[in-house]
């Protein structure tokens, strides 16, 4: 029998399934992301929580274990900068942004990354949350033009975007594609640009 050699990685690769944070506002925490993504609570405790919105056991867990700290400065340290929910309509994702908006939670960056149109929140630890929708409504075609679009290799960031502009344009008639393009060509710019994208210190 020959010797496989294509080893290098898995034959069925695992898929992602959940992020763990520690915290000291557990309650809060919990709250928070049922609100802004739908997560409920499967099991919860002080000491630790986990939380689903599909049919996985979990998609988020909390633990706070004894002798957790705060850190020093988050917003500049190695790590997690946030953690991504998709939306598979762009109604959808501007509809939660609206929603939310009225909950006066407001995210701290809004970029159209060309794959993606985002916005960042900050859950109540002050952990990035963003909330996408797929740039071309296809992960293929999105995938195909990160890899070869020239235009993302030049600006892999994206370009800035006032998210009530968006509502206003979506509210006269514009189609998603029609949105998306003139979000991408600074149609839309906020009145201020963000001078980087590290979290927002909230300590």
Same mark, same amino acid.
């Given at each position: 029998? $020959? ?9 069925? $690769? $695992? ?7 520690? %915290? ?6 919990? +709250? ?6 739908? *997560? ?14 599909? +049919? ?12 957790? /700290?705060? $850190? ?16 598979? %309509? &762009?109604?959808?994702? *501007? ?9 006066? @939670?407001?995210?701290? *960056? ?7 149109? =985002? ?9 990035? !949350?963003?909330?996408? !929708? ?7 075609? =999105? ?6 679009? /020239? +235009? ?14 968006? !509502?206003? #344009?979506?509210?006269?008639? *514009? ?7 003139? %979000? ?6 906020? #009145?201020? @640009?963000?001078?980087? @994208? &590290? ?5």
């Amino acid at each position: 029998m $020959p010797e496989n050699q294509a080893t290098h990685w898995p034959a069925n $690769p $695992p898929k992602l399934h959940h992020t763990t944070f520690t %915290t000291l506002r557990m309650k809060e925490m919990v +709250e928070w992301y049922g609100l802004v993504c739908g *997560l409920r609570p499967v099991f919860q405790s002080d000491e630790a929580s986990w939380l689903t919105n599909d +049919e996985a056991n979990h998609r988020i867990a909390l633990l706070s274990p004894p002798g957790l /700290k705060h $850190p020093t400065d988050k917003g500049h340290e190695t790590g997690i900068h946030h953690t991504a929910f998709e939306f598979s %309509t &762009f109604d959808m994702w *501007l509809n939660n942004y609206v929603r939310l908006r009225d909950h006066d @939670i407001l995210p701290f *960056l809004t970029l159209d990354h060309g794959i993606t149109m =985002s916005v960042y929140y900050q859950d109540p630890d002050g952990n990035g !949350v963003e909330i996408q !929708v797929d740039g071309f409504g296809d992960w293929a075609d =999105s995938s195909e033009w990160i890899a070869n679009a /020239k +235009e993302f290799a030049e600006n892999p960031i994206g370009t800035y975007f006032d998210p009530e502009k968006l !509502v206003r #344009a979506r509210d006269a008639g *514009l189609s998603f594609k029609d949105i998306h393009d003139r %979000t991408r060509a600074g149609e839309y710019l906020p #009145a201020v @640009i963000p001078e980087d @994208i &590290f979290l927002p210190e909230v300590w």
